[in-house]
C-alpha cells in the first residue's frame, strides 16, 4: 500500500513563493500519475496540476504560468513550486499518487496565503 508524507505548506505574504513536496514510499511499483489538488473553504476539491510518469503536465487555468509541478522517479516525490501566490490560493492541497492499484491521498498541508 502506498504511504505519502506531504510537507512545505505555511502562511506567505501575497506574491511570494512555496514549495511543496510529497514523498511516496510503500507500494511504489510503477507509480503512473503524480498531481496535487487543493480544497478551500466551502469549495469542492479541484486540481491544480498532474504529472504523468513521463513528465507531460496539465495545470488548472488559475494557476498557469505561476505553478510547476516537478517529480524525481528516483526519489518517488512529487513537487509543486508556487509563485506569485495571490489570497485566493489559500486552501488545503493535497497530494495525489496513482498507481497500478489505484489511488492514494496525502493528509493535506494548509497553504495560507495574506493580503
Known amino acids: 500500500q502506498l504511504q505519502l508524507v506531504e510537507s512545505g505548506g505555511g502562511l506567505v505574504q501575497a506574491g511570494g513563493s512555496l514549495t511543496l513536496s510529497c514523498a511516496a514510499s510503500?507500494?511504489?511499483?510503477?507509480?503512473?500519475?503524480m498531481g496535487w489538488y487543493r480544497q478551500a473553504p466551502g469549495k469542492q476539491r479541484e486540481l491544480v496540476a498532474v504529472?504523468?510518469?513521463?513528465?507531460?503536465?496539465n495545470y488548472a487555468d488559475s494557476v498557469k504560468g505561476r505553478f510547476t509541478i516537478s517529480r524525481d522517479n528516483a526519489k518517488n516525490t512529487v513537487y509543486l513550486q508556487m509563485n506569485s501566490l495571490t489570497p485566493e490560493d489559500t486552501a488545503l492541497y493535497y497530494c495525489?499518487?496513482?498507481?497500478?492499484?489505484?489511488?492514494?491521498w496525502g493528509q493535506g498541508t494548509q497553504v495560507t496565503v495574506s493580503s
Open positions: 510503500g507500494s511504489i511499483f510503477r507509480i503512473t500519475n
Open positions: 495525489n499518487v496513482q498507481n497500478l492499484g489505484g489511488q492514494v
Open positions: 504529472i504523468t510518469r513521463g513528465a507531460n503536465t
